[in-house]
């Protein structure tokens, strides 16, 4: 009899699966859309948790010394350590508010102004560049022939590019400033919902990682449950290395390419920096990416200027990549450097600029995972 009821109740489990997929399959847009909604919806939480996550070792760093502060004097150890935990995690989030209301009080104007004095003079730039170039190619007849060459096959389709693809689409273009606005305001919401939504995190997460565990006891054998937890562990440790230390190191490296660049006197040296420091965020590719727009951006101000840029960007990467990165990173989080390079191109084909930053971590905790398993 038991035997009959477990069939039919797998029967009728399989049916009500199969009509929930059909329904699916039918409004596929409909629910589609609903998820799309919910994430948004949720989007504050999973900003919550990556400000958690970035500022868990700076709360657990501060509360072990506001710990012994408090321990000594107290009567009560257990509410002693609360407290600590609660000043710690309030402490550490005040500050991130403020380094993130200092970086848009210091460095988005400085940003801004360099971007609006880009659309100002690049126009006159590129005619002085330009200007510069059809003389040393009339002083040299090779250069010339190759030169008229050149502006033969590109002078065309440059000219249909700009009047269809920019003039054609200014209520496009408006659009996409339209929607930028929208956006500015969701991240500024997002950051401090988020922000709210990390203190309580921050306060709480021994329960949430305790009612994590019991979940997986109670869904899995205890040894399947131990195997787990132990590798969350050490991605998290391959994660905290490569993303916290990266981070910490791009700072660092912005902040030497801006006095670098003033020393330089360099045009657009807050522009310069950021991208230099966002852009060494990314492996292997991070270098490039953020030193050809700037030097082009210096060309075509002042050739020789560019000149000592390029310099000055080959022995700052040497420096990040032999001293400053193995310092603070720990050098290599266990990937051979095929499999790093494997992991950027397949990241950042899949996922764009987020796989270029989280590839090599993901790969490198599968590697190890695969590695272990055989």
């Known amino acids: 009899v038991l035997g009959r009821y477990a069939l039919a109740y797998c029967a009728f489990l399989v049916l009500a699966c199969a009509i929930v997929f059909y329904f699916i399959l039918l409004n596929f847009d409909t629910v589609q859309r609903f998820f799309e909604n919910a994430f948004t919806a949720i989007g504050p939480v999973f900003t919550g948790l990556i400000f958690a996550y970035l500022l868990n070792p700076a709360v657990v760093m501060l509360e072990k010394h506001v710990s012994k502060l408090l321990t000594r004097r107290a009567k009560n150890p257990a509410k002693a350590r609360k407290t600590a935990r609660v000043i710690s995690t309030f402490v550490t989030v005040i500050a991130a508010v403020f380094l993130i209301a200092l970086l848009f009080v210091l460095v988005v104007p400085e940003v801004a102004g360099s971007v609006t004095a880009i659309a100002g003079e690049l126009p006159q730039d590129m005619d002085e560049f330009t200007s510069r170039i059809n003389q040393k190619v009339q002083e040299n007849s090779r250069l010339s022939t190759l030169y ?75 040894n399947r449950a131990e195997w787990i937890l132990r590798r969350l562990n050490g991605a998290n440790r391959t994660f905290s290395s490569a993303i916290l230390g990266k981070i910490l190191d791009s700072i660092i490296i912005g902040m030497i390419c801006f006095i670098g660049v003033r020393i330089l006197q360099t045009p657009y040296s807050a522009l310069i920096a950021v991208i230099v420091g966002v852009t060494n965020l990314i492996p292997f590719f991070g270098p490039f990416i953020g030193a050809i727009p700037s030097t082009l951006l210096v060309l075509m101000h002042d050739p020789m200027k560019a000149l000592y840029f390029v310099i000055f960007i080959v022995v700052l990467q040497q420096f990040d990549c032999n001293i400053l990165d193995p310092k603070i990173v720990g050098g290599s989080i266990g990937l051979p450097a095929f499999w790093s390079l494997f992991a950027c191109l397949l990241g950042g084909g899949l996922f764009g600029l987020l796989g270029l930053l989280l590839g090599v971590p993901t790969f490198a905790v599968l590697y190890n995972l695969c590695k272990e398993l055989i």
């Open 148 to 222: 008229g060459l050149v502006s033969q096959y590109l002078a065309e389709p440059l000219e249909n590019w700009v009047n269809s693809g920019i003039l054609n689409n200014a209520s496009v273009w408006m659009g996409y400033l339209a929607s930028g606005i929208v956006g500015a305001f969701n991240l500024v919401y997002n950051l401090f919902v988020g922000l709210m939504i990390c203190f309580y995190l921050l306060i709480g997460k021994e329960r949430f990682m305790r009612q994590g565990g019991k979940v997986l006891y109670v869904l899995l054998k205890p």
